[in-house]
C-alpha cells in the first residue's frame, strides 16, 4: 500500500495489517517467539529463523512506517537512540563528519559528544535554518550527513528539508531528519529530499506514553538493505509486544495530531498574551523565523510548545512544579499533557556546551484533553 493509492488515515489502519491468513483475526497477531521451525535445513519458513533477524510482529510495523512517510524500506528499533546510533554506523566511518542542529535533542548531542566521537566521528553544531552557516559547516570529503529536526527540540526550530537535501547532495552527502516533533502525518521528509528519517516511535507514533521504540525509514533500496544488515548484526530490534502496541498507537495518529495541533493552538494564543511569559516558541505563529518554511512544508503545525518565563530560571521551575492536569515528565507526544524544565531534565546533557538550552524555558507536549481545563491548569500554575 501506497499514498499514491490511499490516504495518510487508510494506510496508518491497513499498510502491513491484512486480516491473518489462518484465523482471519484483524489485528496483526503479537509472534512472541525468539525462533522458528525450519522446514529442512537452510529452508526457513517465510524466511523466519531467529527473531533478531525477523519477526512477523515487527514486519507488520515497518510494512506500515515505510508507507506513512512514503518510504520503501522501515525499520524499527529498541529506542530511538538505538535507531539514530545503527544509522551512524552504517553511513559513517571513523574520520567522517556530520553537521548537526545547535538546538538538538539532549540524547542526540550526547550520542554524538561521547558515544560517536570516541569511536572517530567528527560533528559541528551550527543553526541549520541559516544554509549559508550549513554550508561554511561542510568539510568536502569529510561530511558525510546532516543531520537535521525539524521542529528542533526543545526550542522548535525549523529547517528548510528541500535545501539542506539539495546542499547535502551536491556534497556527495546524505540528509538524516528526525521526524519526531512533526509526525509522519503533519511532515513527510522524504518527499522533501531527504535520504532517512529517525523516529522515537515512543512519542506520538505509540503515542499512549506505553512503549519506548525508534525508527528509520528510506526511499532508497541500497540504503535500506544496509540499515537492516546493521539492524541484525547490531541488535538493537524491539520485541514484538513493543511492536504491536506501536502499531495500535499509529491507528489512531491522524485524529489524535488534530486534537494536539487545536489544543496547542489554543495554548499559544494564551502564553502569548500572559505577563508571566516572556517569549513562546512555536511555528504556527507568523512572529516565528521560520513560520513560512514550516507552513510549506508541514500539514500543520504540532502539539509541542515551549516559552520561556519573564521571571527567569526559578520562575519556570515553579512553573513546572505546580501544574496539575500537565504532567512533570520527561518525553512528550502521549495523549496526557507533560511539562519539564529542558535544561533540568531532558537536555541536561547539553549544559555547558554550544547546545545549552535557556535556564528559563519551559517546554510544553500538549495532549488531547479537554482544552479549557488545560488552560485553567497553566492559568494557576502561571500565578
Not at 67 to 86: Q, V
Not at 223 to 251: S, V
Request: proline share 5%.
Amino acid at each position: 500500500m501506497t499514498g499514491n493509492q490511499y490516504g495518510f488515515d487508510t494506510l496508518a489502519i491497513h499498510a502491513g495489517q491484512e486480516p491473518e491468513p489462518r484465523t482471519g483475526a484483524v489485528v496483526p497477531p503479537i509472534y512472541q517467539t525468539s525462533t522458528y521451525a525450519q522446514d529442512a535445513v537452510g529452508s526457513p519458513r517465510l524466511g523466519y529463523e531467529y527473531s533478531r533477524s525477523g519477526n512477523p510482529t515487527r514486519d507488520a510495523l515497518q510494512e506500515c512506517l515505510a508507507a506513512i512517510e512514503g518510504g520503501r524500506r522501515g525499520l524499527a528499533f529498541a529506542s530511538g537512540l538505538a535507531a539514530e546510533d545503527t544509522l551512524l554506523r552504517t553511513v559513517c566511518r571513523p574520520g567522517d563528519h556530520v553537521v548537526i542542529p545547535d538546538d538538538a535533542y539532549g540524547g542526540t548531542y550526547r550520542l554524538f559528544a561521547k558515544v560517536a566521537e570516541n569511536w572517530g566521528l567528527d560533528w559541528t553544531a551550527v543553526s541549520l535554518g541559516d544554509l549559508d552557516a550549513v554550508r561554511a559547516a561542510f568539510r568536502p570529503g569529510h561530511t558525510r550527513l546532516i543531520w537535521a529536526e525539524t521542529p528542533t527540540n526543545p526550542l522548535l526550530g525549523i529547517a528548510d528539508v528541500a535545501a539542506l537535501g539539495a546542499l547535502a547532495h551536491e556534497y556527495d552527502a546524505l540528509l538524516a531528519v528526525d521526524n519526531t516533533f512533526a509526525s509522519p502525518y503533519l511532515q513527510q521528509p522524504l518527499g522533501l529530499g531527504a535520504d532517512v528519517v529517525v523516529h522515537s516511535t515512543t512519542k506520538y507514533l505509540g503515542g499512549h506514553s506505553d512503549v519506548v521504540g525508534g525508527a528509520l525509514i528510506t526511499a532508497d533500496e541500497d540504503l535500506g538493505e544496509q540499515l537492516a544488515f546493521h539492524q541484525n548484526a547490531m541488535g538493537a530490534i524491539n520485541g514484538p509486544f513493543d511492536a504491536w502496541l506501536t502499531l495500535r498507537g499509529i491507528k489512531t495518529l491522524g485524529v489524535r495530531m488534530d486534537r494536539h495541533c487545536d489544543n496547542a493552538e489554543r495554548i499559544v494564543a494564551y502564553l502569548s498574551g500572559h505577563r508571566a511569559v516572556a517569549d513562546v516558541l512555536y511555528p504556527g505563529l507568523e512572529s516565528h523565523p521560520g513560520h513560512e518554511t514550516a507552513a510549506k512544508q508541514m500539514r500543520r503545525f504540532g502539539g509541542m510548545v515551549s516559552f520561556r518565563a519573564a521571571g527567569g530560571p526559578q520562575q519556570a521551575i515553579d512553573i513546572c512544579n505546580r501544574t496539575k492536569l500537565f504532567v512533570l515528565a520527561e518525553s512528550l507526544g502521549g495523549v496526557e499533557s507533560l511539562i519539564e524544565h529542558p535544561g533540568q531534565m531532558t537536555h541536561l546533557s547539553a549544559a555547558g556546551s554550544p547546545l545549552e538550552v535557556p535556564a528559563d524555558l519551559v517546554r510544553l507536549s500538549v495532549g488531547i484533553e479537554t482544552v479549557d481545563d488545560l488552560l485553567a491548569d497553566l492559568e494557576q500554575a502561571l500565578g
